[in-house]
């Protein structure tokens, strides 16, 4: 057998570099680059490992680890989890700032790989800095937090054991139903070690990823549930965007007369002004398509995993509405009771459209979707009107204006705050696969890093982040990252004076407003952070705008800049476009304040309408 003898870190690099994967007819590199900051735990074995395939693995170096691991699930959201970005980073608290990436990595079913450094394997320097100790079990490090964030985890602790981990990483990062981020740790030592690897190790191989096929029974059972329904009703989740499969499902609910409604992830699915397309469904939702939910006797859930802000908590559809799931993840077929399609979108799609026969939807179902969904876009051009005067623009109003100034080709991106409610409701998707709200971590701070990721994929379309003042506080070091690296974002800041949001549910559920908006905080004097001057130190291009007018000419102008541009604007911090669906939050049993105990009391009355279980 040939070998080739080459240092552990120097085989995990040579081997990430001969990946590669079918995209569109084209073979193109399965890890197209690696975003890492170096420390002594993998800078003189990762780094010089690194330095030498720079030209076919690039390298880039970003502010914090936590942003660069949201970059890398950015890139992987943007392209449909079909390239891979690596993290690497050193040991201790280099390695526990990819813990929240890798936590919304994992529930948003996204691939990244984590290369990060350990203690050493043979323990003889012990215990070295940044190491923490287990009294009762020495082989725990930090790296063991992991576990529970990640599809795949191993520690290398020999030179000859990541002949069998990263393949095992790479097959189920591409796996659709375990996919995820793996954790790889090498120890410090076992990173300087040489071994003579086979060179078959490091062939180039091109991956395709699994379309998995549904059980002939299960699909036979599906299409007789179905075809019994009078007003069915199709959630597109994001598993949707995932498979490529848009194509199959709009002949499917074409030919079949069944309304289309979308979960946040899978928003962009069909464009906004589709025929088939009757909103967002659940807490962010629509009017129109929560009527529809509430009405519907069968549900077809495709690639969601169906989180509370889909189902409302589960009162959005009747007791005794029936689900069909097609979803490459079993244990997400099985939710509620439903009945399982354990398949790829496109080809579970595929298969039932085949096994129904002559079946249509009762006529008239579909208009009736689409008449409430014309009501919802009357609601929403109101709440966007620019002559409506609140003092301040409203969220509402500014997304009105910049999806109107966006491109159909323009890609957006939000996560957490007020802008996902507002987003989902009111921006018009004018291209498929253009929308990327996280609301499944609903990471605050994820969403300028992900944004540099996602430029980077396609120069020829802006980037549009949109955040609140908190967000910007809680992590910006990427606009840097960004105007360093050419990677241009439009990046809109609504300032409406601190965590308004989080301010509304406190407010809603009876509490006092309390240490979320600046003014209702433990401060000395609250004042609004100059936006513009920090962006501008870190080398973007900003301005400030007071008005609606005033922001279309920014984004305007945004548009023709060459590089990253910030645009802040005051907004209202209690004006926000209202929704119809429930949610289930925890409520105080008892209060001294008379306020919480009625909202305790709404709030068990609605838990009342809850599915249970099935």
């Not at 790829?344 to 249509?360: H, P």
């Not at 004042?527 to 130190?537: G, K, P």
């Amino acid at each position: 057998m040939s070998t080739y003898r080459c240092t552990t870190a120097q085989a995990v690099v040579r081997y990430l570099s001969n990946q590669f994967i079918h995209v569109d007819g084209e073979e193109v590199p399965l890890f197209p680059g690696v975003f890492g900051i170096f420390g002594h735990g993998n800078v003189t074995c990762i780094g010089e490992a690194l330095e030498s395939v720079q030209d076919v693995l690039p390298t880039w170096r970003g502010q914090n680890e936590q942003s660069m691991a949201f970059a890398a699930v950015g890139f992987a959201k943007a392209r449909l989890r079909q390239q891979i970005m690596v993290v690497t980073a050193s040991i201790g608290p280099g390695t526990t700032n990819l813990l929240t990436a890798a936590g919304v990595a994992h529930v948003s079913r996204l691939p990244m790989l984590m290369i990060c450094g350990d203690a050493f394997a043979r323990r003889v320097p012990d215990p070295v800095m940044q190491q923490v100790e287990h009294f009762s079990d020495p082989s725990q490090t930090v790296n063991d937090a992991f576990k529970a964030v990640t599809r795949y985890w191993d520690r290398i602790t020999w030179p000859e054991q990541v002949l069998s981990s990263l393949p095992q990483a790479v097959a189920t990062m591409l796996d659709p139903a375990d996919c995820g981020p793996a954790f790889i740790g090498l120890c410090q030592d076992v990173q300087e070690m040489a071994f003579d690897y086979p060179e078959a190790f490091f062939a180039r191989r091109v991956h395709t990823i699994p379309r998995p096929r549904p059980d002939q029974q299960l699909l036979e059972q599906a299409a007789e549930l179905l075809a019994s329904a009078r007003h069915p009703l199709i959630i597109a989740g994001g598993g949707v965007r995932y498979s490529r499969a848009e194509a199959e499902l709009e002949a499917f609910a074409r030919q079949r007369g069944i309304p289309v409604v979308e979960t946040i992830a899978g928003k962009g699915t069909l464009t906004h002004d589709h025929p088939l397309h009757i909103g967002p469904v659940g807490i962010l939702g629509s009017t129109s398509a929560n009527a529809l939910a509430a009405k519907a006797d069968v549900i077809i859930a495709i690639g969601t995993r169906l989180m509370d802000f889909v189902t409302g908590s589960w009162t959005v559809f009747s007791p005794e509405a029936r689900f069909i799931a097609i979803n490459a993840a079993r244990f997400d077929a099985h939710k509620h009771f439903s009945l399982p399609l354990v398949a790829d979108a496109r080809e579970g799609i595929r298969e039932l459209n085949a096994a129904l026969g002559n079946y249509a939807a009762d006529a008239g179902w579909l208009d009736s979707g689409k008449t409430a969904f014309a009501a919802w876009n009357q609601l929403i051009a109101a709440r966007q009107q620019r002559t409506v005067t609140t003092g301040v623009p409203t969220y509402a109003q500014v997304v009105g204006v910049v999806n109107e100034r966006a491109a159909a080709e323009d890609y957006v991106i939000s996560a957490a705050g007020g802008l996902p409610g507002e987003l989902v409701k009111g921006w018009k998707v004018k291209n498929p696969g253009t929308f990327d709200c996280e609301f499944g971590f609903s990471c605050m701070g994820y969403e300028i890093s992900a944004g540099w990721g996602t430029a980077m994929i396609d120069a020829d379309r802006d980037v549009f982040v949109l955040i609140g003042d908190g967000t910007y506080m809680m992590m910006n070091s990427d606009i840097y990252s960004s105007v360093l690296s050419g990677h241009k974002l439009i990046l809109l800041v609504c300032d409406n004076g601190g965590y308004a949001v989080i301010n509304r549910l406190q407010n809603a559920k009876g509490g006092a407003s309390f240490n979320n908006l600046l003014k209702d905080c433990r401060v000395t004097e609250p004042f609004h952070v100059d936006f513009v001057a920090n962006a501008q130190s870190m080398g973007a291009l900003a301005r400030k705008v007071s008005s609606l007018d005033e922001l279309a000419d920014a984004v305007d102008w945004a548009k023709g800049n060459d590089r990253t541009t910030v645009i802040c604007i005051d907004t209202h911090p209690h004006e926000w476009t209202p929704g119809d669906a429930w949610w289930d939050v925890g409520v105080p049993e008892v209060s001294q304040r008379e306020s919480v105990n009625q909202a305790r009391a709404e709030h068990v009355a609605g838990r009342k309408k809850q599915r249970t279980g099935i």
